[in-house]
């Protein structure tokens, strides 16, 4: 919003036009977020207003999310207008807490974002020293431990333990309007306080006021450390992570290279020290415009070498624009397992054959998709569609997968997906094909073998006849017999010119528990 003018930005509510957000000259003339627009026009003629997009507004909100990720890998959106980092382990890469969050608000300002900053040992406390702290510095630390955090927090107002507006009014009514008042307080003398409140009220008031009490105690121990606050990031936190800065931007792709090939040997070495191989990686190249670009790449086995790492991700690379620049690099772990020390190959040097299997499925995998990278195993089925099933590439055999005793029947190398309807001139009732029709194009049948007959699979169908059987229409839509899969006689035939066919008759002529004629289907090509 600009500021040469007071202006606001409103959205209907229960209560009329509220505003949502003001600017700067809004603000210095007493507009605050919450107000109704009729009261800050009386105050303010001259206001400007336009209307909230609430939506865009979440959205880019969790992109400045997606992109505060440089200052620790676990964060995630707070309300409406704030966002909470996890720093553990990562201030010492900016020289220290107060550096990291010197660079935080000062990037955060370049982007044209008035931000307001607390730095603490729990998060209830870095949201009250970020939303609540009257310092005028834009970035507000708490020294770590409970004695600290307290001295920190005592001047703020109870509305800085995130409580509802009713609880913060019923505090206020007691004469708890600050944090230091309300931890100087014995746990059973506020508790008293809450009872004493309710009970000129209802049985069920007291309940409700003893239940604000706890809400009080709950949010005062979280915010002083006392007891753990779950949190839920973007994503899932990284097993080991990985992270360089430079002071330049990198601009080049060489460069880019060079330093990911680098960060791909730290994350190496952070592995094998754990005992670990990752099996999928990802990589935040974070830009100074304020934009994120990622790129990921999952390993069919666990691995720990940096050669492989940054091949992986060697072609992705090329595709990422750095912008105006990148500064900060993450590589992540996302998930890994444990990695087993294996006997090299003896003698001759380079990776054992199963390695280098490994390898070039994963280059395929990050090169075509994973899921356009399979192998074929059997399945114990009769039905040529359902005999054979996509396994991942190094996953082991099933034993006894197939159908135990059954001799092998020719099939063609093609399968049509799905059989394809063709138009057949047979001896009547189960005579092979004499002519036949596909795709335009007629073809007379010189040899003809078969039938093999494969009958559908009852076990398929116990729930279709559970369903027929029902008739207080709760159990699902009725099934119309005709749509039940039917017998297959399947023929292999052969035209003059030496070319083989794979088709099947659907059904029986004349038989009385099959609705309409058989059909004929082409389901594959030898």
Not at 235 to 241: C, D, K, R, W
Not at 406 to 431: C, K, N, Q, T, Y
Request: hydrophobic share 45%; aromatic share 6%; charged share 25%.
């Amino acid at each position: 919003m600009p500021d040469d003018r007071p202006c606001v930005l409103v959205a209907g509510g229960a209560h009329g036009i509220r505003i949502t957000a003001v600017n700067v000259r809004a603000a210095r003339e007493g507009v605050r977020a919450g107000m109704s627009l009729a009261d800050a026009r009386a105050a303010v003629p001259i206001l400007v207003s336009h209307p909230a997009e609430m939506e865009r507004d979440a959205r880019a909100l969790t992109r400045l999310a997606l992109w505060l990720g440089r200052y620790g890998p676990s964060r995630n959106v707070e309300g409406e207008d704030g966002v909470w980092i996890d720093t553990t382990g990562v201030a010492h890469l900016f020289g220290g807490e107060a550096a990291l969050m010197e660079d935080l608000v000062r990037r955060l300002a370049g982007f044209g974002i008035t931000a307001r900053a607390g730095l603490a040992g729990t998060p209830g406390a870095a949201f009250a020293l970020a939303r609540f702290a009257t310092v005028k510095r834009s970035a507000v630390l708490a020294p770590a431990g409970e004695a600290a955090t307290l001295a920190a927090l005592a001047e703020l107002p109870v509305d800085a333990l995130r409580l509802a507006p009713e609880t913060v009014v019923l505090l206020r009514r007691l004469g708890l309007a600050r944090v230091g008042h309300l931890a100087a307080l014995p746990r059973e003398s506020l508790e008293r306080r809450f009872a004493s409140e309710a009970s000129s009220r209802s049985r069920a008031g007291q309940v409700k006021a003893k239940a604000l009490a706890e809400a009080v105690l709950v949010r005062l121990d979280q915010a002083l450390g006392r007891t753990e606050e779950p949190r839920a990031p973007l994503g899932e936190p990284p097993v080991l992570s990985e992270r360089r800065s430079w002071g330049e931007p990198l601009i080049s792709s060489e460069a880019l290279v060079s330093e990911v090939g680098l960060l791909a040997e730290d994350l190496a070495r952070a592995l094998k020290a754990a005992g670990l191989g990752a099996r999928r990686i990802a990589l935040s190249l974070y830009r100074a415009d304020g934009t994120v670009a990622h790129a990921d790449a999952g390993m069919a086995r666990a691995s720990a070498e940096a050669p492989h790492f940054l091949q992986l991700l060697d072609a992705k690379l090329s595709q990422i624009d750095a912008g105006f620049g990148i500064d900060v690099a993450v590589l992540d772990a996302v998930s890994a397992e444990p990695l087993d020390p294996e006997q090299t190959t003896l003698g001759r040097g380079g990776a054992a054959p199963e390695q280098a299997i490994a390898a070039l499925i994963d280059r395929l995998a990050n090169r075509l998709g994973a899921k356009n990278v399979f192998r074929l195993a059997p399945r114990a089925s009769h039905i040529p569609e359902q005999a054979a099933m996509r396994m991942a590439p190094l996953a082991p055999f099933m034993e006894n997968s197939g159908l135990p005793g059954a001799a092998p029947a020719e099939r063609p190398f093609l399968l049509l997906s799905p059989p394809e309807a063709i138009s057949v001139m047979a001896e009547v009732p189960d005579g092979p094909p004499l002519r036949f029709t596909w795709r335009r194009v007629a073809y007379a049948v010189a040899k003809a073998a078969g039938p093999e007959r494969i009958a559908p699979e009852w076990w398929r169908q116990l729930g279709e006849a559970e369903i027929l059987a029902s008739d207080d229409g709760l159990d699902g839509e009725a099934i119309d017999p005709g749509q039940r899969e039917k017998t297959r006689d399947y023929y292999v035939a052969e035209t003059g010119d030496g070319a083989r066919f794979w088709m099947f008759r659907e059904g029986f002529y004349g038989a009385a528990d099959q609705s309409g004629q058989p059909r004929w289907y082409l389901h594959g090509l030898f």
